[in-house]
């Protein structure tokens, strides 16, 4: 079945570095794609989105970069901090459907 | 920004009871709300979309006697967890569509069953 899935289960960086959590999905019909962070206990918590006729997006200190061709998405955060430690989603929207599927998740280690 | 409030945030019950667990949408009407269960360590996997005035519309394998869904209003959606069970601990998190698209989540709510 359709799925959107994550290349890395965990992910550990060191302060200050640069992080980029990766990820594929299967369906090329979907349109909208969305980055959440998720803290332990707490619900997903938005991080940022892009449309299927973007490429890349940015905003503060993260950046998504769409490649449709080979269906892949990416987050990356510029200059981690020990804040962004978190268990980070990408999720997959089907227009009509309007249903967010997330991938598996990667968790991201800071270390200070 | 959107706020979807979710209550309660944990609960403990017997096993054979039930619980009701709301979502609702504080400063924007929701047409649509969507149910998720998450098992620790593991992904968000969507149980149903629930529609205003509607029946929810529930994934594969998601029973829907055993979790039931009210959407009575564009504010307000309940998710009822009838006859609970030990495996049906879990956290389960509720999201809003706003009109503009965008999806708000929830904090969740953490249920164990005893």
């Known amino acids: 079945g359709e799925s959107v899935g994550l290349h890395l289960p965990t992910l550990s960086v060191q302060e200050g570095d640069n992080s980029i959590i990766n990820c594929a999905y299967s369906?090329?019909?979907?349109?909208?794609f969305i980055w959440y962070k998720q803290e332990s206990g707490k619900g997903p918590q938005f991080i940022i989105d892009?449309?299927?006729?973007?490429d890349k997006r940015q905003g503060q200190r993260v950046t998504v970069l769409l490649n449709k061709t080979v269906k892949h998405l990416s987050l990356q955060i510029a200059a981690t901090q020990p804040g962004d430690s978190a268990v980070y989603f990408c999720?997959?929207?089907?227009?009509?459907?309007?249903?967010?599927?997330f991938g598996a998740g990667t968790r991201l280690f800071v270390k200070a | 920004g959107a706020v979807v409030s979710q209550h309660p945030s944990w609960v403990i019950c017997k096993s054979g009871t039930s619980v009701k667990i709301e979502c609702r949408s504080l400063?924007?009407?929701?047409?649509?709300m969507f149910w998720y269960r998450q098992f620790p360590k593991q992904s968000l996997m969507l149980m149903a979309t629930?529609?205003?005035?509607?029946?929810?519309?529930?994934e594969q394998g998601v029973e829907k006697d055993k979790f039931l869904i009210n959407h009575a209003s564009l504010t307000l959606s309940t998710l009822t967890v009838t006859s609970a069970h030990p495996e049906d601990s879990s956290f389960y998190i509720c999201?809003?569509?706003?009109?503009?698209?965008?999806?708000?989540f929830g904090s969740g709510t953490r249920l164990t069953v005893v």
């Open positions: 999201s809003a569509r706003e009109a503009l698209g965008g999806y708000t």
């Open positions: 369906n090329s019909a979907s349109d909208y």
């Open positions: 892009i449309r299927s006729n973007m």
């Open positions: 999720a997959e929207t089907y227009t009509g459907g309007f249903k967010t599927i």
């Open positions: 400063d924007f009407q929701a047409t649509t």
């Open positions: 629930s529609n205003e005035g509607s029946k929810a519309t529930y």
